[in-house]
């Protein structure tokens, strides 16, 4: 369903749970990212009311999303340590087309967005049902669902206001990319992506 064309590899799953206090600060950062991505999408196209009040929502989420986190780091104890240089998202933005039309524009952004949500719904879901503990497991398999959700909203949305043939059309080359660097990330068990 979600289309990701590389795997991710199924040793990132071992030395993530070896490594849960830094894989569960980044993941608290992603969160925030989230949030703060539609927070930016909804300043940017604030006259799209569709756009915004189907982003307003999912700001909340995912700022509930991050307290979740927060809640996981504290309860067993961990730290909650630096934000780290964050290279896949980084190497993502640089495939974002510059210029042409404001809703093209705003398709870059959503297919972007709704990648990021793809691959951490996968990595959420390694973690649901490879790792030991019993309350990650749900926590885990919760996101996964929440995630899920927002990538199909994110591709809705852009095919509502782009021509869905040129939106599917770039959504293959973001998936092409996204693999591409993917395959020559090193896996590192301290982040989730
Ligand atoms: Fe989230
Ligand atoms: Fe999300």
Not at 6 to 27: C, F, K, N, S, Y
Not at 98 to 114: D, F, I, P, V, Y
Not at 140 to 168: C, W
Request: glycine content about 4%.
């Amino acid at each position: 369903m979600l289309h990701l064309k590389l795997p991710t590899d199924p040793r990132w799953v071992g030395i993530a749970e070896m490594q849960i206090e830094d894989v569960l600060t980044d993941h608290a950062y992603c969160e925030q990212k989230a949030a703060s991505s539609c927070i930016s999408l909804i300043v940017r196209f604030n006259d799209l009311d569709e756009l915004v009040d189907t982003l307003t929502p999912i700001v909340a989420e995912e700022w509930g999303h991050f307290e979740r986190v927060m809640d996981q780091i504290r309860k067993r104890g961990l730290k909650f340590g630096m934000a780290r240089k964050d290279e896949y998202v980084t190497k993502l933005n640089g495939f974002v087309k510059k210029g042409g039309s404001r809703m093209q524009q705003l398709t870059e952004h959503l297919l972007l967005n709704a990648l990021i949500e793809a691959r951490s719904c996968e990595r959420f879901k390694l973690l649901s049902t490879h790792i030991q503990d019993d309350e990650l497991k749900k926590f885990y398999y919760e996101l996964m669902i929440s995630e899920a959700g927002h990538y199909v909203t994110f591709i809705e949305m852009a095919r509502k206001y782009q021509d869905p043939d040129k939106v599917n059309k770039r959504w293959q080359e973001w998936l092409d990319f996204e693999a591409s660097i993917l395959k020559e990330m090193e896996i590192r068990g301290d982040r989730m992506h």
